[in-house]
């Protein structure tokens, strides 16, 4: 827990900036992979108070980050010393043409879906992938041949280095494969959309063909947080650690998916250690089979 939640009157002067505060919650509840201790959480109302929230933590000397949707995420079991700040769900997505302005909130799926009820499409394999189109922009989420980059044209950030907010346009966000060049203390807040005129039913088709072939390859009933690592250039991760036999290995209540070798699943109370002990494995075992040094896909706080 942050430093902050051991002084008195801190709900009150949240609650003034139009924020709950919620200390102490269990990081596992708020993450896909259902592991992760204890951490203060700020979920905030209205962004527009983003500079004296952030002001208010530097006074008190209280470092700070974003949670998202929390589903590319692995959070030590220790918790967190941090306070995070959570965008709340609120404002719905707005249409003007073939442009959608999302708040960073808004559910990904949910954001392809309404884009798609305005004939609007573009965005189909991003139908299944979980989380919020902010942690999907700040990680240029992608899937069946779409990154959400693709379709950005604009977006508005708070930048917690300045406390100022600004609209960036996208050839300075630098998207790239799962990377983007935001820093750590940027906030996503909006982003505009630009997609192509298609009627409902097509884009529909579309999103149930993404989620048959999800549904056939990945495990998504399990509690995952994706795929772990990034395919290096020429190859898949998934691919190699099937061929090194390590599909089924298991670390407490973790397990390398039967179903695709690049996921770990949470299967039965595992604990952050146990995933990162099975991390480490894939790790060695690669570097050692093939001499490659996979790179972390998922986002790891380890403190
Ligand atoms: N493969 C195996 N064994 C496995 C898994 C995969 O042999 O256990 C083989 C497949 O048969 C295929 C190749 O590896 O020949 C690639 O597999 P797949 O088509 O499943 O794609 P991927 O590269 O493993 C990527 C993204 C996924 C995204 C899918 C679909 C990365 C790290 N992963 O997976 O994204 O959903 O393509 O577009 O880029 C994520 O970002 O969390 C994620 C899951």
Not at 112 to 134: R, S
């Amino acid at each position: 827990m942050s430093e902050l939640a051991r002084q008195s009157g801190i709900s009150e002067q949240i609650v003034a900036f139009g924020a709950e505060w919620l200390p102490g919650e269990p990081l596992s509840q708020h993450t896909s992979l259902g592991v992760g201790g204890p951490a203060d959480i700020i979920r905030m109302h209205d962004p527009r108070r983003l500079p004296d929230i952030t002001a208010f933590l530097h006074g008190h000397g209280v470092p700070w980050r974003i949670l998202g949707g929390g589903s590319n995420l692995l959070v030590a079991d220790q918790g967190l010393p941090d306070v995070l700040l959570q965008l709340a769900r609120g404002e719905a997505m707005t249409f003007a043409g073939n442009r959608a302005e999302a708040p960073a909130a808004t559910n990904l799926g949910a954001a392809v879906l309404e884009c798609a009820k305005q004939n609007l499409g573009g965005m189909e394999g991003l139908a299944g992938v979980p989380g919020t189109v902010g942690g999907a922009l700040r990680m240029n989420a992608g899937a069946y041949g779409t990154e959400i980059g693709d379709v950005v044209r604009a977006l508005t950030v708070f930048h917690g280095a300045t406390g100022l907010f600004e609209t960036v346009k996208t050839e300075n966000v630098r998207f790239e494969y799962r990377h983007t060049r935001f820093s750590t203390d940027d906030v996503v807040l909006t982003a505009t959309l630009e997609l192509r005129d298609c009627p409902y039913a097509v884009i529909r088709e579309r999103i149930k063909q993404c989620n048959r072939k999800r549904l056939a390859s990945q495990p998504i009933q399990e509690r995952s947080a994706g795929c772990i690592f990034k395919n290096p250039p020429g190859h898949s991760a998934g691919k190699m650690i099937d061929a090194l036999g390590l599909k089924g290995t298991r670390a407490g209540g973790a397990v390398i998916s039967e179903q695709h070798a690049n996921f770990i699943v949470n299967r039965d109370h595992a604990t952050a250690a146990d995933i990162l002990k099975l991390m480490d494995l894939i790790r060695a075992r690669v570097l050692k089979a093939y001499g490659l040094e996979l790179e972390e896909e998922v986002i790891v706080w380890r403190e």
